[in-house]
DNA sequence: TTGACATATTCCTATATAGGAATATTATGG
DNA sequence: CCATAATATTCCTATATAGGAATATGTCAA
C-alpha cells in the first residue's frame, strides 16, 4: 500500500511545506484570491491552486467567488486535531521536566516486575 | 518530484497515523522493547520496527540496547516545531473569535486600499 | 464577439512509500 | 555450538504524489 493520499487528514495535508506556507499567508483570517497568494508565496500559479485545492478538501480553507477571483480563507478550526494530538507532548518542551520524570518514576513503581533494570550495558544509537 | 520522504521532518513522520499510535504508546516516557510497543498497537513486528526507524531518523525517539532487546524511549522535544507551528492558529478554537474578527478588521483598515469591498456577489463553493 | 485576465485542470515523470511475506541479524542460555 | 528469542532488513507491488508545461475553463469589459 502506497502512503495515504494527501486529502485523506489534515495531518498529511499540513505535511508539505508549501501547503503550510501557504496556511501561513491566510493565517490573519482575511480572505485573498489566488493571485495574492501566488504573490505572498512566489509559487507557480497551478500550483498554488493544487495546493489549495488539497487545502481545501480537507477543509482547512474555504472557498468564495468573487467575480472571476476566487477568495480563500482560512478554516482554521480544523487544525485543532493537530493541536490536539500534539499537545499531549506539550509537557516534553515546557520546562516541567521534573514532572515528567516523576510521572514516569511512579509509573515504574506502579509495574511491579521488570526488576531486570541493573542492566545497565546500554549503548546509544 | 514525488513527495518529500517521511524520514525528511517531524511533520511528514507524523502524518501516519500509524506512527502517532506508536508515539501515544511511549507518550508517558518509559521506554519500551520493540515486543512491547507491537502488544500494545497490534501491528506486525516488521511494521513497527520500520516505523519506528522512521521516527528515529527525525529524532522523535531514541533508542537504546539492552541485550538483545532495544528499548525505544519518546524524544518529545523534537515535536516542538508541529506545536509551535499549529499554536499560531490556536485563536481558532479556543472560543475568542471576537479577537479573531477585530484583529481581521484592524488589518483590513490599516490595508488602505482594496475598497472594492460592495462586490457582493459572493457565492460558496 | 473578442481579448485579456484569473484560476483550474490535464499530462507527464521520477520518486517514495506502506504493508505483507520471507529472511537475515544479533544476542542469550545451556 | 545450537536452538530460540528479539529485532531489523530485503523484496515486492500498488499507489499517490509534486512539480513543470501546456492547456482548458470561466469571467469581465468594451
Redesign the pocket.
Known sequence: ????????DVF?AV?????REILDVLGDGRER????V?EAVG????????????LLKVGVVT?T????????RLNGSNLKPVHDWVKTFEQYWSHQIDRIKERAEQKMRDHKKQADNQ?D?KEEV
Do not use: D, F, I, W
Open positions: 500500500m502506497a502512503r495515504a493520499a494527501t486529502t485523506l498529511n505535511a508539505e511545506p508549501r501547503r484570491a489566488v493571485s495574492e501566488v509559487m507557480p500559479q497551478p500550483s498554488v491552486s493544487k495546493h489549495l485545492s488539497v472557498v467567488r468573487n467575480g472571476q477571483m476566487r477568495m480563500y542492566a550495558n
